[in-house]
C-alpha cells in the first residue's frame, strides 16, 4: 500500500559513495507516523524501512503538518500534485499562469461539493477567471488573448494531471424521469432488507458562512471594505442527517478551516455538540467522512436501535458523485449504502427537502437574537458594531447545535415524502410546529430593535447566498491557503478493494464444489452435516452480498437505458454464471441453475450425477 525507500547506491569504485537526497513519500511518512503511535521506536521504524533514526524522528516531530496534508489532499490529490503545478508554471502567459492555478482550486472545491462538472461550464469559468486575472494585473497586462477553447481545454487538463476527472458533458438539469422511477426501485430494496423507518438513514453536505449578515446592512458593507477581511473566513461545511422516522437526529459534522482557533482554546473539542474537524479548505474530504461513517455514524446508530430495541441494520441514502469512499457498504454488512441517481438531489434529497432550509433559517434567527441579547444586556456600553465583531466561532457552534434542535420530527420525517412515501407519518399543527415565513419574520423583527433595516426579501437573500460557489476572490484566497510540499510526491495510493460480484461467485462456487468432495469421502454423515451448516452460516454475508450487487446493477442498468420516449425498460443486466471460467479444467462442473429452485442456493453437477 505504502511506498518503500529506495535502496542506498553501491559505492563507486573510488571507494566513496553517491550520496543522493531520498525521497519520502507523503503515504511512507503517514505509515512511519501511525506505526509511532502503535508504539514503536524511531530506530526500529527506520531499520524496518531502511531509514536513519533521525529522519524517522524528524517525520514524527512534523507528525501535525502531515496530517494535515494528508487530510487535506486526499480526495484530488492529481490536481493538488508537485507536477500539475510545475506544469502549469512552465506556461508563458503568466496571467494564464495565475487563472489555472484558481480554476484547479474551483474545481476541487466542487468536486468537494458533489456538484457536476462538464467541458462548457469549466471553459465559462476559465474565461470568467482569466478577466479577474487581467483586471487585478491592471492595464497592459493582457497581452494575449483568452477564448478557453478546446484545444486550450485539452492542453489543461494534460497539464493538470486531469486523468481521473468524470465530466458530465452539458451539465444536466434535474433529471426529473429518473426522479420519479428512483423512489421505486428504493422501496424494493427496503422491502427486501426488512428495513423499517427507524433504520433508514440521509446525510448531505451543506455550506454555511457562520459569520455573515444581510449584504445591504452597514455591518455587511462596512466588514467588505474592512482591510485584511476574509469571506473565506467565514465558511464551514456542516454535514447534516437523521434517520427517516424523524426521532433520531445525528450530531453535526462541521469542518472548519483551522484546527484551533483562539475562540476554542481551553475547550475540550470532544465535548462539544459538534464533531469538530478541520482543513485548510473547511472541506468534508474522503478521509474526514471515512472517519465519521466508521467512528461516528455505525455507533451512534447502532446504539440508538438497541436502545429501541430493533435489529441493528442500517439502509444509509448518499448522494451520487465523488468524494465518498467506494466501498462504504462492504466494511460493516449491517450497514448498506444506496446512492441517489445523478442530477435528482434536488428532487430526491430528503435533507434538501427543507430540512437544511429551516436549520438555516433558526441559526439565523438564533444569530440575531444572540446579537440583540448581548447588546441589551450590556447596559448601553456595546453597540451592534462591537457585539459582531466579537461573535466568535464558539458562538456559532453553539448556534448550530441549537438551530439543529429546533428542527422538528415532523420536518425530518416529512422530508422522505417523494423518496418513501410510506414511511411519512401524519402529524398535527402543533406537532409540525411553526413556519419558515414565521421564522423570518422573527428575524425582521429583531433586525428592526438593532436598527439594521433589514427585510424579508434581504433574509431570503441571505439564507440562499450560503449555497452560492466561491467567487474569484474567495479563489485567490484558498489558493494562496494550499500547501506546497518541495519534494516530489508518490503516485496516489491505490484505490480500497471493493467486493466483485463475479469473482465472489467464483469463489462461493467453488466453496460449494469443496464441501460437495468433502461429503461424498466423509464416512461420519453426522459430522459433516455439523461443519457443512457452520461453514454455510460463516459465508451467508457474501451470498447475499452477490444477490444484492446484482440487483443493484440489474436496476442500475434498467434506469441507464431506459427509453423515456417509449417509456419501456431495457432488459435487466444479470451475470451468467455459465460464461465464467474456472481455475481447473478437471474439476465437476460447476452450475448455478437459472432461475434456482432455493434463492441462494448453488448446485454442482458431475458427469453422472448433480447434488
Not at 216 to 233: L, N
Not at 509 to 524: H, K, R, S
Amino acid at each position: 500500500m505504502f511506498s518503500m525507500a529506495p535502496k542506498r547506491k553501491k559505492p563507486t569504485s573510488n571507494g566513496g559513495a553517491t550520496k543522493r537526497r531520498k525521497a519520502i513519500t507523503m503515504e511512507t511518512k503517514y505509515y512511519i507516523i501511525k506505526r509511532s503511535e502503535k508504539g514503536e521506536t524511531n530506530t526500529e521504524i527506520g531499520r524496518a524501512l531502511g531509514l536513519n533514526r533521525t529522519t524517522v524522528q524528524s517525520i514524527v516531530k512534523d507528525k501535525e503538518r502531515i496530517l494535515q496534508h494528508m487530510e487535506c489532499g486526499a480526495s484530488m490529490k492529481a490536481v493538488t500534485t508537485q507536477g500539475a503545478t510545475t506544469r502549469i508554471g512552465k506556461q508563458h502567459n503568466p496571467n494564464l499562469v495565475a487563472m489555472e492555478k484558481l480554476l484547479l482550486v474551483w474545481l476541487e472545491d466542487q468536486i468537494q461539493r458533489h456538484v457536476p462538472v462538464g467541458i462548457a461550464l469549466i471553459q465559462e469559468k476559465a474565461r470568467e477567471l482569466y478577466e479577474v486575472v487581467v483586471e487585478k494585473q491592471g492595464e497592459g497586462s493582457a497581452t494575449e488573448s483568452f477564448a478557453a477553447s478546446r484545444g486550450w481545454f485539452n492542453r489543461f487538463k494534460v497539464r493538470a494531471n486531469l486523468h481521473n476527472l468524470k465530466l458530465q458533458g452539458e451539465v444536466a438539469s434535474a433529471d426529473e424521469e429518473a426522479a420519479e422511477r428512483f423512489p421505486g426501485c428504493l422501496a424494493e430494496i427496503i422491502r427486501e432488507g426488512g428495513y423499517t423507518a427507524d433504520q433508514v438513514f440521509s446525510v448531505e453536505e451543506t455550506g454555511l458562512f457562520w459569520k455573515r449578515m444581510p449584504s445591504r446592512t452597514y455591518i455587511s458593507k462596512e466588514e467588505k471594505t474592512a482591510p485584511g477581511h476574509k469571506v473565506s473566513k467565514e465558511r464551514l461545511t456542516l454535514l447534516l442527517g437523521s434517520n427517516a422516522s424523524g426521532d433520531f437526529k445525528l450530531k453535526p459534522l462541521l469542518v472548519y478551516l483551522a484546527e484551533n482557533p483562539r475562540a476554542l482554546n481551553g475547550i475540550f473539542k470532544p465535548q462539544l455538540p459538534v464533531i469538530w474537524k478541520a482543513n485548510k479548505k473547511a472541506w468534508v474530504t474522503d478521509g474526514i467522512f471515512e472517519e465519521w461513517f466508521n467512528d461516528h455514524f455505525v455507533p451512534s446508530a447502532k446504539k440508538h436501535l438497541e436502545e429501541k430495541g430493533q435489529e441493528f441494520k442500517v439502509l444509509l441514502v448518499l448522494n451520487t458523485g465523488p468524494g465518498y469512499p467506494i466501498n462504504l457498504g462492504e466494511v460493516y454488512p449491517e450497514v448498506e449504502v444506496v446512492y441517489l441517481p445523478p442530477n435528482t438531489t434536488s428532487l430526491l434529497q430528503p435533507m434538501g427537502q427543507g430540512v437544511i432550509g429551516s436549520f438555516k433559517a433558526y441559526y439565523t434567527r438564533r444569530t440575531f437574537r444572540h446579537v440583540l441579547s448581548v447588546t441589551e444586556n450590556s447596559g448601553g456600553k456595546l453597540d451592534v458594531r462591537q457585539v459582531w465583531k466579537t461573535y466568535s466561532i464558539l458562538d456559532a457552534i453553539k448556534n448550530i447545535a441549537a438551530a439543529w434542535n429546533e428542527v422538528k420530527k415532523s420536518n425530518l420525517n416529512g422530508a422522505w415524502k417523494k423518496l418513501c412515501p410510506n414511511f411519512v407519518m401524519n402529524f398535527t399543527e402543533f406537532e409540525k410546529g411553526e413556519s419558515l415565513d414565521a421564522v423570518r419574520r422573527n428575524i425582521v423583527q429583531y433586525s428592526e430593535r438593532l436598527n439594521l433595516g433589514v427585510e424579508a426579501e434581504d433574509v431570503n437573500e441571505l439564507l440562499e447566498s450560503h449555497g452560492e460557489e466561491l467567487s474569484a476572490e474567495d479563489l485567490i484566497e484558498l489558493e494562496k491557503q494550499m500547501i506546497r510540499e518541495e519534494e516530489e510526491e508518490a503516485p496516489a495510493p491505490k484505490p480500497p478493494r471493493a467486493l466483485n460480484a463475479k469473482i465472489l461467485l467464483q469463489g462461493l462456487a467453488l466453496i460449494e464444489e469443496g464441501l460437495f468432495m468433502i461429503g461424498e469421502q466423509d464416512p461420519n454423515v453426522e459430522r459433516f452435516t455439523k461443519y457443512e451448516r457452520e461453514i454455510q452460516d460463516a459465508i451467508t454475508f457474501y451470498k447475499e452480498t452477490v444477490k444484492k450487487k446484482q440487483m443493484r446493477e440489474s436496476m442500475q442498468a434498467q434506469l441507464e437505458n431506459f427509453d423515456f420516449k417509449s417509456k419501456s425498460p431495457a432488459p435487466p443486466a444479470i451475470l451468467n454464471p455459465e460464461e465464467m471460467s474456472y481455475p481447473d479444467s478437471t474439476t465437476p462442473e460447476i452450475v448455478v441453475l437459472s432461475p434456482p429452485t432455493s434463492p441462494g442456493v448453488m448446485y454442482l453437477k458431475t458427469k453422472d450425477m448433480a447434488h
